[in-house]
């Protein structure tokens, strides 16, 4: 038992075991992830190996934040000096979450700030046998869209995320491990997770989204939306990313989101700070509309996990006004969408923590995985351009299993 994770090196909850700050050590606990238990989350400040339950956060009719503390209270009463609770919330809010205070967790610098991550991984190969079915099919998806495009046009609603999903099968149990590991190596700076997702399902992805982390007093929040996808040619890429930070498509589906993320988070805060324009980030499939909001606390008990319950779900996963956006969604996605667009992380018994936007993500059971990918469809939108677009983000994740759409 050692500091908290506030600082660059610290282990937490119980029989916890200090990394030191050497080339490797945040590639150890990648390589030592292990299905089942193991809770394995990478940021772009610490890297989390979770292991074992000591308490699972209950479902009942407390906030989720409130049960959180409460959980987190009783583990630093019974001797954890630094307890932390990590784990996923799903997408649904009266489904149960799966959070955990760990027996222990390993803790260590950023995977991206590790050398040892340039080293190549074994690619899985081409052939892996998997089975690939479309749910819904192109088509439907595209019609889904339309159908929710006439609405908008005639002033029903403003925005909504549809998904699809790609069902994989396959005569073996996907290697989730080596799996992890191509997904961080992929985007080391991003955030990388696999973790316990219920009734026997892991949730695996590598987000490139913070929903809002909680520093001390200090918290910041990083909604993505507006998205194209990237080019293996320099020059077609550099003018796909120019043309996204001019379309005005895409500048008013960010837009949205960053209104309806700064007026969650105002009565927080004594000071917000949301810059008028976006900027852009890229993961290896997509570059995307990015918006830092930074701000100060009012109140120094706001824990980060308050903070994202305000927030979730956002108008970049759901849409607006979120009760209408919810029932296109139920209507129009012919899955439930479990963990997905739900937010993964951690936070300790300070308050301080990190929650991502769970995209780019799939859940494993047995010999099957099921992936996700959404797009915003706004009033401009057209059915063969979200099509195109949950096809360009359905990459990150087959590149990973060696499948093919």
């Known amino acids: 038992m050692s500091a908290s994770l506030r ?17 490797g ?8 992830y292990r299905p089942g238990t193991d809770r394995f989350l990478a940021t772009p400040r610490h890297t989390l ?42 997408f649904a809010p009266d489904a149960p979450a799966s959070l955990a205070v760990p027996a222990s967790l390993r803790t260590a610098p950023a995977l991206h700030k590790d050398p040892l991550i340039a080293l190549p991984v074994p690619q899985q190969a081409s052939d892996a046998g998997w089975r690939v079915r479309e749910v819904p099919a192109a088509d439907a998806y595209g019609a889904a869209v339309a159908a929710a495009v006439a609405r908008m046009r005639a002033g029903e609603f403003d925005k909504v995320v549809l998904a699809r999903t790609l069902e994989l099968s396959s005569p073996q149990p996907p290697d989730l491990p080596a799996m992890l590991r191509r997904l961080a190596h992929r985007d080391p700076s991003g955030y990388t997770f696999a973790l316990p997702s219920g009734a026997g399902r892991t949730l695996i992805g590598a987000s490139p989204e913070l929903l809002v982390a909680r520093r001390g007093g200090q918290l910041i929040a990083n909604p993505l939306a507006g998205s194209a996808p990237r080019s293996p040619d320099l020059a077609e890429d ?13 500048l008013h589906e960010h837009a949205v989101v960053v209104d309806a ?58 849409g607006t006004p979120t009760a209408v956006a919810r029932d296109v969604i139920a209507a129009s996605e012919p899955f439930d969408r479990g963990a997905y667009t739900g937010m993964v992380g951690w936070q300790d018994d300070s308050g301080d923590g990190e929650w991502v936007v769970t995209i780019r993500c799939a859940e494993a059971e047995g010999n099957r995985l099921r992936l996700y990918a959404g797009a915003g469809v706004v009033a401009d939108s057209t059915p063969e351009a979200e099509t195109a677009e ?8 087959l590149g990973a299993v060696g499948a093919a759409l």
Do not use: N, Q, Y
Not at 25 to 32: D, F, Q
Not at 68 to 88: C, E, M, Q, Y
């Open 390 to 397: 949950t096809a360009a983000k359905f990459r990150t994740f």
């Open 7 to 23: 600082e660059p090196v610290a282990p937490a909850g119980h029989a916890s075991t200090e990394v030191p700050l050497t080339p």
């Open 238 to 250: 550099v003018r796909r990313a120019a043309a996204l930070l001019e379309s005005a498509k895409d």
């Open 25 to 32: 050590a945040a590639t150890a606990l990648l390589e030592a």
């Open 49 to 90: 190996l979770a292991r074992g339950i000591r308490s699972e956060i209950p479902h009942d009719e407390r906030p989720l934040a409130v049960r959180v503390a409460a959980a987190l209270d009783d583990a630093r009463r019974a001797g954890a000096p630094s307890p932390v609770v990590i784990g996923s919330v799903p």
């Open 261 to 318: 993320v700064g007026a969650a988070l105002a009565p927080f805060c004594t000071r917000l700070d949301v810059p008028e324009r976006p900027t852009l980030v890229r993961t290896a499939a997509m570059w995307h509309l990015s918006t830092s909001i930074t701000g100060d606390l009012a109140e120094p008990g706001t824990g980060a996990l308050e903070l994202a319950s305000a927030l979730h779900p956002t108008p970049a996963v759901c």
